[in-house]
């Protein structure tokens, strides 16, 4: 009975070994004859690997691009004005926006995402007699928010001002051109109740003017001589005024945008406080990286708290052409990539219908000699699946190389490589060069192995 146990074990064991070994031996004649079938087929097979690679060269270049062009237009959308503008409501208008209300503005803001700002304080001067309007600035925060604006020349500095191109024509200034400043308290008395706000919603299309047009109707000087009941032109009051009497200043530039800037005389914070004295700034212009939803909640949240005394008005349309030119661009990726899958579909498709039409003689074979059509289907499967995936590997490595000279060239900044979207561009390359094999390999799991073999 022993001996019998035994015997049974070991016919058992024997069993087992052959079993292993036979399904070892399926699998290596498995992956023989596919490798087999792709290397005496190359041209055919080059012709798999190249469809699937430039369809993943040209849909990982443009993934990798609509990811960086978002981030990119807005930048270059915000460089182009404001998309939020800050200004005192009417009981602080007068005094305007104090530094603790301004550093408290700029918290709330940059709380929804980074914000470049610029602070703007107007005033009504006299510049060789003639009332204009004179803004102070922080000369590095306004040519870092505003890179749109023309200034021929250069920007202002201590002594010198920066004057709208209107207001050069209109008194027939130069770069270089010698003018006298003079601040008269009761220029600005008369509009004092509102020249603070008005002022400051003509520098809201100071910031934005070159792209949204007027935000608030009428600039600051127009407000100043409608509130004294004079007429302008050209920016300024049409009244002749003999007294000459004020501070020179040299025109360093002359800014060109187009809009209300044009009409306005900047000068440093510096000069303007020693001209006119201590006071709050009129408005705060923000170019916000906050999306547009977030922007108009910002919005409500600065407009409902009332102890800061300001009120936010968003620049909507920055913020919606910004919105819409990210969405058709968008909108082109996916009309793109849709072209490119068909077109890689229809590549891989036709060249495993050509393989399989060279290798109708050989399947008829296999299935009269027992082959299923499942393994038979396997094994095309698998092969459609490396040529994807060599494909794959190779287009994502070109798509990255052009995607990145893309960037560099037309929008000026570096690419990284995304391991998460090159994966996915490598395992969709699999996965269409899979689907696009299931016409064929159906047609190769019909072949009737008889007529096939009644041909030979």
Excluded at 30 to 59: C, D, E, H, K, Q
Excluded at 370 to 383: L, Q, R, T
């Amino acid at each position: 009975m022993a001996a019998d146990s035994k015997s049974d074990r070991k016919s058992e064991g024997k069993t087992v070994n052959s079993e292993s070994g036979r399904s070892m031996t399926n699998r290596r004649m498995f992956f023989a004859m596919i490798f087999g079938a792709v290397f005496r087929r190359r041209s055919r097979a080059v012709m798999a690997v190249v469809s699937s690679m430039v369809g993943a060269a040209t849909l990982f270049c443009l993934a990798a691009v609509c990811l960086v062009v978002p981030q990119q237009m807005s930048a270059e959308m915000r460089a182009y004005g404001a998309n939020l503008i800050i200004t005192p409501n009417e009981t602080s208008s007068a005094a305007g926006l104090s530094a603790e209300t301004v550093a408290t503005v700029e918290k709330t803001v940059t709380a929804d995402g980074a914000a470049k700002s610029a602070t703007y304080r107007y005033e009504t001067v006299r510049i060789n007699s003639a009332p204009y309007v004179l803004g102070g600035i922080d000369v590095n925060q306004v040519r870092d928010l505003n890179r749109h604006w023309v200034v021929d020349g250069k920007w202002p500095s201590e002594g010198r001002v920066l004057v709208g191109r209107d207001v050069a024509d209109a008194m027939g200034l130069e770069i270089g051109s010698a003018i006298k400043i003079a601040y008269r308290a009761s220029d600005n008395a008369a509009s004092s109740s509102d020249s603070g706000t008005t002022s400051g919603n003509a520098s809201g299309t100071s910031g934005a003017a070159g792209t949204s047009g007027t935000t608030a109707g009428t600039t600051s000087a127009e407000t100043q001589a409608q509130s004294t009941g004079q007429s302008t032109r050209d920016g300024r009051v049409s009244s002749d005024i003999l007294n000459t009497d004020g501070t020179e200043f040299r025109v360093a530039g002359i800014v060109d945008t187009g809009g209300s800037e044009d009409e306005i005389v900047y000068a440093t914070n510096d000069d303007l406080t020693k001209l006119a004295g201590e006071r709050g700034s009129d408005v705060i212009e923000f170019s916000s990286e906050a999306s547009a939803d977030q922007l108009t909640q910002l919005v409500n949240t600065i407009n409902k708290n009332t102890t800061l005394g300001v009120k936010a008005q968003q620049v909507s349309k920055i913020t919606s052409s910004n919105a819409r030119i990210i969405t058709m661009l968008q909108t082109l990726f996916w009309l793109v990539s849709v072209v490119v899958l068909v077109l890689t579909l229809v590549g891989v498709s036709t060249t495993m219908a050509s393989i399989v039409s060279q290798r109708r003689n050989e399947i008829g074979l296999r299935k009269a000699l027992g082959a299923s059509s499942a393994s038979i289907g396997a094994e095309f499967y698998v092969e459609s699946a490396l040529y994807g995936l060599l494909g794959g590997v190779i287009g994502t490595g070109i798509g990255y190389v052009f995607a990145r000279v893309l960037c560099q060239t037309v929008f000026d900044r570096s690419l990284e490589f995304n391991w998460l979207l090159g994966l996915a561009s490598v395992v969709l390359s699999v996965l269409i060069a899979v689907v696009a094999s299931i016409v064929p390999v159906r047609r190769a799991s019909r072949i009737d192995p008889a007529i096939v073999l009644r041909e030979e």
